[in-house]
């Protein structure tokens, strides 16, 4: 017979099977793995432990080595730094001030520049909490020292059309391993033995943006942009498309920023963590044919603005201990807004699925991440204006594929609406913008920037097309 009254056996016992439990951790101190001999403060991954001088250096040489390896930033090229205040961007802020500063080994030869979007008014928060974390955050990019610009969400209304227009790529831009990289470092060496540089100025205070910054914190935008704003945000029918038109109007607004500043790339701080939990949002959203421009080191679709990612080989744990070691200030900000009783996004499905499945599988994220390694660029590239997404701006994937596979992602309406028909954007959509943009309401709840560059599309597309009818009829 069993032992009932043993300690928890028995025939009552739970006789779900046990989870897989981690080794017990040494009673005794252990030591880091680089040095031999300070004591370990961290432990990055299972036999990798690190004291924090070791770490540090680790840290430090992982944020370079990623853009020398790259080699698609040149020296003295004007960089502008995507901060959201959040635990990645901020490391990725200090990792460029100790890269600029007068001890640095290897000093970084760029020209940084900071961008921080507000988006209190669709985070629900009231007009004095949105003042006191501009206040805040402005305080965090003046004490940098760089040039830095706030701007509010509520600007994306007035944003030109051509931002949903690639603009012309830049000739100067470096291949991975070709001589015009060498050519331009070797150039702006001699320039500054020319100019008297010792090596100890900061490129930071360069001559071609002096401002530091607006001189006292801006104003929060007119309660009627305001009102306007969430007008659009409030008739997306579900938390998924919020998430989407959210990313959608942040990334103009940057992308605008450089290009009215005279950027030529964008820093953004996605780390190893998030890049492996964009990867499966995308691919649930039927984003898998541009994954490598969305998660990858470089974005090119913008044409004379790139983005680059270079903290996207740091895990979030990784990230988090660099912050508290080395004190490095973060700003927290509230979640979207979602509807009471809502189910969460894919976005937030995914991450907990992923982080969930992490503490059981420490190596997931990794998996995912290096998985996304593999993947071509190419399939995003398009060679003309008709063959280009209007929102996302890449190749679109519908070209050729069967009627009875993209029907889930049409619209059904009332017919004569012409130009202003919701249903005659979907031709100028790739696959997962045309589920986004279905749940995204009424036309007149669209940013005015999209339904003008829409139009212009529309419009271009019936003069070829009775161009083409009136060629038939003469032959």
């Known amino acids: 017979m069993c032992d009932a009254a043993g300690d928890g056996g028995g025939c009552g016992a739970d006789t779900e099977p046990p989870r897989r439990r981690r080794a017990p951790a040494d009673s005794h101190p252990r030591t880091c793995m680089k040095c031999g001999q300070g004591t370990a403060a961290l432990v990055i991954r299972v036999g990798d432990p690190f004291c924090r001088s070791c770490f540090r250096e680790y840290f ?12 698609v930033i040149f020296p003295g090229e004007k960089v502008l730094l995507a901060v959201s205040g959040g635990p990645a961007s901020s490391a990725m802020v200090r990792q460029v001030q100790e890269g600029l500063s007068r001890e640095a080994a290897k ?7 900071l961008v921080y979007v507000e ?22 990019l003046k004490a940098t020292g760089f040039p830095y610009y706030l ?16 603009g012309p790529e830049r000739t ?5 391993s070709g001589p015009s990289y060498k050519e331009a470092v070797d150039s702006f ?4 033995r020319q100019d008297g540089d010792t090596g100890t100025s900061l490129p930071g205070h360069s001559s071609q943006d002096t401002a530091a910054g607006p001189s006292a914190t801006p ?6 942009q305001t009102q306007e704003l969430l007008r659009s945000f409030e008739a997306a029918g579900t938390a998924t498309a919020r998430e989407e038109l959210l990313e959608m109007l942040r990334t103009h607004l940057i992308m605008q920023t450089a290009r009215d500043r005279g950027y030529t790339k964008v820093m953004t701080g996605e780390s190893l963590t998030r890049v492996a939990i964009k990867l499966l949002t995308n691919l649930s959203l039927g984003r898998g044919a541009f994954l490598a421009v969305d998660t990858g080191f470089t974005d090119q679709r913008h044409g004379d603005v790139m983005v680059v990612r ?18 490095v200030p973060t700003v927290i900000v509230p979640p979207l807004f979602t509807k009471r009783r809502e189910k969460p996004s894919i976005h937030q499905l995914v991450e907990r699925f992923l982080l969930g499945l992490q503490e059981e599988f420490p190596s997931t994220i990794s998996t995912v991440y290096r998985t996304g390694e593999k993947l071509s660029p190419e399939p995003a590239k398009a060679s003309s204006e008709s063959q280009r997404c209007l929102l996302c701006l890449c190749g679109l994937d519908t070209i050729g594929e069967e009627e009875l596979a993209l029907e889930p992602t049409l619209i059904l309406e009332e017919p004569a609406a012409g130009v202003e028909s919701k249903a005659a954007y979907i031709p100028l959509l790739c696959y997962s913008c045309r589920l986004t943009f279905k749940e995204l309401g009424p036309l007149d709840t669209l940013p005015p920037y999209v339904r003008a560059e829409g139009q212009r599309r529309i419009r271009r597309a019936e003069m070829e097309k009775d161009q083409e009818n009136q060629e038939s009829n003469k032959g």
């Open 60 to 71: 430090v040489h992982k944020f370079r080595a990623m853009l020398g390896k790259n080699r």
């Open 189 to 192: 060496i001699q320039q500054q």
């Open 119 to 140: 988006e209190g008014a669709v985070r629900r928060q009231s007009p004095e909490q949105r003042e006191q974390s501009l206040a805040q955050m402005e305080t965090l």
């Open 310 to 327: 270079p903290m996207r080989d740091y895990t979030a744990k990784e990230i988090a201990f660099y912050n508290r070691f080395f004190s």
């Open 219 to 224: 104003r929060l935008p007119d309660a009627a």
């Open 172 to 176: 100067s831009t470096p291949g991975p």
């Open 151 to 166: 701007i509010h969400l509520e600007e994306a209304l007035e944003l030109p059309p051509s931002i949903l227009q690639p």
């Open 107 to 113: 000093r970084l030869r760029f020209v940084p520049g």
